[in-house]
């Protein structure tokens, strides 16, 4: 409809569309857009006459091609890195697992053990050795590098070496720790070797790592990879190759038409960057944005009034939990005050209406908790009962343990000390930060006097490491595995660690001991099973209030057709998602075409 | 003059290590550090967080940190910047030309207008033309600079879609466009930021303006030059303008520093990748080489803009060059 740089025409659509509202509003819109423009280039500053090319269309066949167009995403940060052993940004994941690939995808169930459900990637096919202590990848053997190279087995055990060598300090190195090496069988065939059998050998290897470059990456010394500038560049073998990282501003990706598993359906991926939220918003409201990943109750709300826009829900990994510090934050080696006594953390639980609270923030948009896993967790249990909401019964269970309100104050005391505590959320999460209050308002019910502390991230953060708070709200983006993050939240050897996630020091060796067994269990009925024992033992001893799981509801541009959402990634097959050739604008139109910079 | 400049140029130079001496011990005191945030993300262990402060010398004792902090900045390097991931030098870089620009624009256009809206209202003291033009100003004044910016953009990139909604161009059609196109691009993508941050200065500026020719228009130089039969163009341009100019030339000093500082609100609503939404991420993440950077040419400027002040006083008024 619109010719490349020129000023939109003003014309109406053949489609009845243009007899609604909305379509009147978008011809006055047009019009206005396009006197704007006639009139600033009226003032001359701007000379815009511009070049007879720009009226141009640049790639008339990518724009009547069944595989075209550019989805433009609207996000709140930039990138951290784009090489996958440093990332660890949602923004950088995105675009690494973009570029990159990995050997296996699991589907959208996101099975962890065995290989059940995945699907091939860069690997072709693989072989599980007879004793299920060896497991050879097959390269496919048409994979190339951006740069033309091939892929070959050599790159993928590199990448094991890089990743795994402590000169390259990547955060990913420890989720690779049960792999004892990587050979090389012949030049398409990489084998990974096992000391034990455990359930997720093909998640470690398949999901853990995405394949590296061994040509460019081979010459940089490791303990200087992260600083060096080769990384911003990256070259990868997925199917949207880099193009440019514009700090601060956008990143693009543009489609790899020779890729073994066939072109992309999009010709171009776009990030663009907006700190602030609303004005991110705004760019999808104002048409300048395809696609935002996360939008607040409000903003679904206003999604409505434009009807070129929908939302798109999926989800999601992670949840929030009122956090109980067991330790004295003054003298850690003391239990707390208040949350040393299991029953004062069980009244306090059953004084929570997580239902009516959860409700009152997000409305459809939060789940309630089911406990320290997610319902996308393939293990996760949901059927445990959670502690009940009964006011009454918490009363009554804080008199019987000697909390009693005897000067009649509304505050309980014991041994003359109050029932008062802090909740300290973080400044930059308004959901946390409402349902904090609301917390406050369902404790004051029980007699327990709540001071709340919002706090800058990182303030917050480094007062949660150092134990010095009395309860924290808490939350947790989790893996697909549900074994790595529940024993660095929630396992003694992490609670011992003063560096560690346990926060609230909670241990419990018969907890540690299920997760143990589970993390063992070759039949995922078995691993459920124990998992379902080991939240069973946790929800017992009430380390937090586990309060909700986020439902990610993303705003898309009614052109784009996204297929396979998944809970971990909803960009994992976004090289199959598209835009109808009837459906394309002006920045569609580009194609392929490379731009000299 | 010289013997002038030359001394402030070097009391300018103490205040500058002063004050990178502050921040450094202040930004270590703040709780944190650049890699505490790695915490929220379950893959970060702490022995990895233990390795990446190791790597770039945060577990050394905060003497050690300093001097060498001083001895490679006195070489011209700024060391790494964890927030950016790149040498602080390539941040600073990117980021500089990019805020001089809109807020070199900007500051002109505040000013030009808040000097003319000013001098019309004091010219038209006490009519309906006075009131109007104060109670906007006045409005402008006491709004927020976020709340401005987000209802422009609702405005006029939301709701009438005349505007594009942020960026410095369009991210992707400004490199297939030719030069006219793209600089039409440019200046669109610049009207918002600007017309924001000029509503809010060139209120204060005409508030300063019109305050200062009253207090002009009653001197007694006033009075003879009408007495000796000056038109009032000559008076009011000449003698009122003139010398009413002083307190805008403070003004104008106090505001060169937002010349490279950037103003964040403004920055981030329509993401702008200046020196504002730089200072303020590198801040909130503990980034110490880049917050120290950001100072250090803060109170440079802060210093250039004071001495820049006093050099046009003198300009501006005979009677402080003579003295």
């Known amino acids: 409809m619109t010719g490349r740089g020129g000023i939109e025409p003003f014309v109406f659509s053949h489609t009845p569309e243009w007899r609604t509202p909305f379509a009147l509003k978008r011809i006055m819109k047009t019009y206005l857009r396009n006197t704007f423009q006639l009139v600033s280039c009226a003032f001359g500053a701007l000379a815009c006459q511009g070049d007879a090319s720009d009226r141009n269309d640049p790639d008339s066949a990518s724009a009547t091609s069944a595989a075209g167009g550019t989805m433009v995403t609207t996000v709140g940060a930039d990138a951290d890195f784009l090489l996958p052993p440093f990332v660890a940004t949602v923004q950088g994941n995105q675009i690494a697992d973009i570029v990159y690939e990995r050997l296996a995808e699991p589907s959208p169930a996101l099975n962890t053990v065995g290989d059940d459900g995945f699907t091939a990637e860069l690997a072709e096919k693989w072989t599980w050795s007879a004793d299920s202590l060896s497991i050879a990848f097959s ?55 096992y000391g034990k059998r455990y359930p997720e050998q093909f998640f470690d290897a398949a999901y853990q790592m995405r394949i590296l470059p061994e040509h460019i990456l081979s010459g940089v010394k490791r303990s200087e990879l992260r600083t060096a500038e080769l990384i911003r560049k990256p070259v990868g073998s997925g ?20 890729h073994h598993k066939g072109r992309p359906k999009l010709d171009r991926l776009i990030w663009t960057i907006s700190p602030d939220y609303n004005a991110s918003a705004a760019k999808l409201f104002a048409g300048d944005a395809d696609f935002i990943e996360y939008l607040t109750g409000d903003k679904i709300t206003e999604i409505a009034k434009y009807p070129r826009l929908r939302t798109l829900s999926s989800p ?32 306090l639980a059953m004084a929570v209406d997580r239902a009516s609270a959860v409700q009152n923030v997000f409305d459809s948009l939060g789940l309630l908790s089911k406990g320290p896993m997610v319902r996308a967790q393939s293990l996760a249990d949901t059927t445990i009962p959670p502690i009940p909401f009964n006011l009454d019964g918490a009363r009554r269970l804080l008199d019987s343990l000697g909390w009693t309100d005897a000067n009649n104050d509304g505050v309980r005391e014991k041994n003359g000390k109050p029932l008062a505590f802090t909740i300290g959320a973080p400044s930059s999460s308004t959901n946390r930060m409402r349902m904090a209050v609301l917390l406050q308002g369902m404790f004051k019910e029980v007699g327990a006097q709540v001071t709340l502390k919002n706090e800058e991230m990182t303030t917050w953060i480094q007062g949660m490491q150092s134990g010095k708070f009395d309860a924290a709200m808490n939350a947790s983006h989790l893996d697909p595995s549900p074994v790595a993050s529940t024993r660095q939240t929630w396992s003694a050897a992490s609670a011992r660690n003063p560096a560690g996630r346990n926060f609230g020091r909670y241990a419990n060796p018969r907890f540690d001991a299920l997760i143990d067994s589970a993390s063992v269990q070759m039949n995922p009925a078995n691993a459920r099973r124990f998992y379902r024992q080991a939240h069973e033992t946790i929800m017992n001893d009430v380390p937090a209030i586990w309060l909700y799981e986020l439902v990610s509801v993303a705003g898309i541009d009614r052109r784009i057709e996204p297929v396979g959402i998944r809970a971990d990634a909803w960009w994992a097959e976004i090289g199959d998602w598209s835009i109808r050739a009837d459906q394309r604008i002006a920045r569609d139109s580009i194609g392929l075409r490379p731009v000299a910079r | 003059m010289r013997r002038f400049i030359a001394r402030r140029l070097l009391a300018s130079v103490a205040i500058v290590f002063l004050a990178a001496t502050f921040t450094f011990i202040l930004i270590h005191l703040a709780p944190g550090d650049p890699f505490s945030a790695a915490a929220e993300n379950s893959r970060i262990t702490p022995e990895i967080q233990a390795q990446w402060r190791a790597a770039y010398a945060l577990d050394r004792p905060l003497p050690e940190q300093y001097f060498r902090y001083i001895a490679n900045t006195a070489k011209g390097d700024f060391g790494y910047s964890f927030s950016q991931h790149r040498s602080v030098g390539a941040a600073l870089a990117d980021a500089i030309p990019n805020t001089l620009l809109l807020m070199g624009v900007a500051l002109i256009a505040s000013f030009a207008i808040g000097i003319v809206l000013g001098a019309l209202q004091a010219r038209a003291r006490g009519t309906a033309l006075d009131r109007t033009l104060g109670g906007v100003s006045l409005f402008f004044y006491s709004m927020p600079d976020f709340w401005v910016a987000l209802v ?22 400004y490199d297939y466009w030719g030069f006219g196109r793209r600089m039409q691009d440019r200046a669109l993508h610049l009207v918002l930021p600007v017309a924001s941050f000029t509503l809010l200065v060139s209120a204060a500026v005409a508030r300063y303006q019109r305050s200062a020719m009253l207090d002009m228009a009653d001197q007694d130089f006033v009075r003879t030059a009408r007495a000796k039969g000056a038109t009032e163009r000559r008076v009011v341009v000449k003698h009122i303008l003139r010398n009413a100019l002083l307190p805008i030339i ?34 909130l993440t503990r980034d110490y080489p880049l917050v120290m950077a950001v100072v250090i040419i803060g109170s440079v400027l802060v210093s250039a803009g004071n001495l820049l002040a006093d050099v046009l006083y003198a300009f501006a008024d005979p009677r402080l060059r003579r003295s």
């Open chain 2, 152 to 173: 422009m953009l609702l405005i006029f990139s939301v709701w009438l879609g005349l505007l594009p909604s942020g960026g410095m161009t369009d991210p992707l059609m």
């Open chain 1, 139 to 193: 390269v496919h053997p048409r994979a190339r590098w951006h740069d033309g190279r091939p892929v070959t087995a050599r790159d993928v055990a590199f990448t094991y070496d890089l990743t795994t060598d402590p000169a390259t300090a990547s955060g990913d190195a420890p989720l690779l720790s049960q792999i004892d090496s990587v050979t090389v069988r012949d030049s398409m065939t990489a084998v990974f070797w």
């Open chain 1, 316 to 347: 999601s990994l992670d949840h929030v939990y009122l956090h109980f510090n067991l330790r004295d934050p003054k003298n850690p080696a003391r239990p707390h005050p208040v949350f040393g006594d299991v029953g004062v953390r069980r009244a």
């Open chain 2, 250 to 283: 403070t003004l104008l000093g106090l505001a060169f520093p937002l010349l490279l500082g950037g103003s964040v609100f403004i920055e981030r609503i329509f993401s702008w990748p200046g020196m504002g939404r730089l200072a303020a991420d590198a801040i």
């Open chain 1, 239 to 258: 199917r949207f190759r880099f193009v440019r990282w514009v700090p601060g501003s956008l990143v693009e990706l543009v489609a790899d038409t020779t």
